[in-house]
């Protein structure tokens, strides 16, 4: 069972009787390290098997340290003036009070409240989502980009990260572009809010905002089998993104746009 399947469980009031500082960190704990169901007085615990292991997997772990990450940078945004930084985010005010922030990744709808985030209206299953998405609200949001392009090598501390951008989005993407159409591709990249955005002597090129202020620069160069050329395919970054988020959720967010491009696409 999951920490989201448990938390329905719970009055999700965050009283703290557990001990525990909101109800999903309790859920968390109870499906990852173990916890007892008792520690909640007021949890549903009919059909469930109460029989739990005493602590986590070694394979549990990296997930466990993700949910404990979550609950942190939770706490951070909850002390965040919303109507402020609304507009710097590229976000609007919706939900009772105007206490929830509304703003699309990747043509997905993200509701973020002081509570949680709902992605197109569900729990995010990945929990690199919500660290994503906590990390770029925690940024506070700024000036709109301005679309001066760079590879991710010119960033600081990012040489042992351009390998994994290539493996995890660039080198993928070049893959499944070679066996199609370029009208096909552009029509994908349409659907995900991507604009045609042409570079020199490549096949195709388009900007697509994978969050308000985080545009990403495709660019596409088509094998050329004569000249034993490879289809290659190229992701830049506005110069300013490092102010809206960091190394880690960056590289995340190419790999992200590379899976939803790989489903539109297959």
Not at 13 to 31: D, E, K, M
Not at 121 to 145: E, F, K, M, T, W
Not at 216 to 223: I, K
Not at 246 to 251: K, N, P, R, T
Request: hydrophobic share 40%; with cysteine; net charge negative.
């Amino acid at each position: 069972m999951n920490p989201f399947e448990i938390v329905k469980r719970t009055p999700k009031n965050n009283c703290g009787q557990c001990s525990y500082p909101t109800c999903l960190a309790f859920a968390a704990a109870v499906a990852k390290s173990g916890e007892a169901f008792g520690k909640c007085p007021y949890l549903d615990t009919t059909g469930l098997d109460v029989v739990q292991k005493q602590g986590p997997a070694l394979e549990d772990l990296p997930g466990q340290r993700d949910l404990t990450l979550i609950e942190h940078l939770k706490d951070k945004i909850s002390a965040l003036d919303f109507a402020l930084i609304a507009a710097p985010l590229g976000a609007t005010l919706c939900g009772e009070n105007k206490q929830t922030l509304s703003f699309q990744f990747l043509a997905q709808e993200v509701l973020l409240s002081r509570h949680g985030i709902l992605l197109d209206g569900c729990p995010p299953n990945d929990p690199r989502d919500q660290i994503l998405i906590y990390n770029y609200v925690h940024s506070q949001g700024g000036a709109d980009p301005t679309l001066d392009w760079i590879g991710l090598e010119t960033l600081p501390n990012s040489i042992s990260k351009v390998r994994t951008l290539a493996t995890y989005c660039e080198n993928r993407l070049a893959e499944l572009f070679t066996h199609l159409p370029v009208e096909t591709i552009i029509s994908a990249c349409n659907r995900l809010g991507g604009v045609a955005h042409p570079a020199p002597s490549a096949t195709l090129g388009c900007i697509i905002p994978v969050l308000p202020r985080i545009p990403q620069y495709l660019v596409y160069w088509a094998e050329e089998p004569e000249d034993g050329f490879p289809a290659k395919v190229k992701v830049l970054f506005d110069r300013q993104v490092l102010n809206f988020l960091d190394l880690e959720s960056l590289i995340f967010s190419a790999e992200r746009l590379a899976d939803r491009l790989t489903i539109l696409l297959t």
